[in-house]
Structures are given as structure tokens and as C-alpha cells.
């Protein structure tokens, strides 16, 4: 009896130790999570645009392109614009030009349509080599509703002039987008 006095204790220590050692530990901790959601923009542009003569003969070439942003301007100072100039001339030489047209007159113009949340151009516009031209501008707190974006059309007229020698010819226009 007297030796499994002495075992019990033993016994009871090692029990205990056994039991706080199996138990689980755990802690928290928080953070913030803070995010700066700036003024941005992009845009995609649907490519070739073709400029075709419908109906009677010498009628103008028309077309058009549909231009697909997205937009965020700030809150209460923003603004943003969309714009398109004419960085490579109609080519190979003896068809339109935009900088140099074979006869006085000849023009690449365009006019531009869209809902909210652009404001589009208002009238023809003369397309140019030398500066952008307008296609759409937006004012503070301007936003795009979905992720699919929103669309503004630029649609073209070329002067359709006989003095043009047969044949395809192509220019570049390059359509920009900013947000502020």
C-alpha cells in the first residue's frame, strides 16, 4: 500500500503533463485593408475599319468603328477624353490622303454617337495627320457600369474623288483614351 502511495502522485504528474501538452493554442490578430482606387481608362478598338461607296456612282466612302472603353474619373475633379488621330497617311501614293489630298476639298471627316456615360463629339470632324481631333470627352465621376465596358461609334466619310488611281489603300488612325 505504501509503494502505490508513492506510484499515485508519480501517476497524477504525468497524467496532468499529458493532458496541457495535447491542449491547442491559438491567437488572433486584425489588419486593415485599405485600398487607393485611382482614375483609369483603356479602350479597344475594332479593326479593319472598310470605307465602302453605296448606290450612286462617285457617292463618298463611308464606315464606321466601334470603339469599346472603360473609365473612372475622380469624384468631384475629373474629367477624360477620347481622341483619334491619323498617324500613318492613306497609302500607297495616287489614292486619298488625309494630309496632302490630290484636290482641294477631298476630306476624311467623321461624326461620333454613344450613350453616357461619354459626352461624343458634336458635328463632322475633320480627321487629321498633324493634331487629335475629338471623339468623346467625361467629366468628374464618370464610370463605366459594367465590366463589359461602353461603346462610342466614329462614323467616317472619304471623299470619293475620280482622281484616285484604282486600288486598296490604308491609313492608321490611333484612338487614345485618358481619365483624370
Known amino acids: ?12 504528474l504525468i497524467l496532468l503533463f499529458t493532458a496541457s501538452v495535447g491542449h491547442a493554442q491559438s491567437a488572433t490578430g486584425t489588419t486593415s485593408v485599405t485600398v487607393n482606387v485611382a482614375a483609369e481608362a483603356a479602350l479597344t478598338v475594332a ?4 470605307l465602302t461607296a453605296i448606290g ?12 469599346t472603353y472603360f473609365i473612372r474619373t475622380k469624384q468631384s475633379t475629373g474629367s477624360g477624353t477620347i481622341s483619334l488621330q491619323v498617324t500613318t ?8 490622303s488625309v494630309g496632302t489630298p490630290p484636290t482641294a476639298g ?3 471627316k467623321y461624326t461620333c454617337s454613344g450613350a453616357a ?18 471623339v468623346a470627352s467625361f467629366g468628374a465621376d464618370a464610370h463605366t457600369t459594367t465590366t463589359a465596358g461602353s461603346t462610342v461609334t466614329t462614323s467616317w466619310t ?22 483624370s
Open 1 to 12: 500500500m505504501k509503494k502505490l502511495l508513492k506510484t499515485l502522485p508519480l501517476l497524477a
Open 47 to 50: 479593326s479593319p475599319t472598310a
Open 56 to 67: 450612286s456612282v462617285f457617292n463618298n466612302y463611308t464606315g464606321s468603328t466601334l470603339v
Open 89 to 96: 497617311d492613306f497609302s500607297p501614293a495616287g489614292g486619298p
Open 106 to 108: 477631298d476630306a476624311l
Open 117 to 134: 456615360p461619354a459626352t461624343p463629339c458634336t458635328g463632322s470632324q475633320p480627321a487629321s495627320t498633324g493634331s487629335s481631333s475629338p
Open 158 to 179: 472619304l471623299t470619293n474623288d475620280p482622281v484616285y488611281k484604282t486600288g486598296a489603300y490604308s491609313a492608321t488612325v490611333t484612338f487614345t483614351i485618358s481619365a
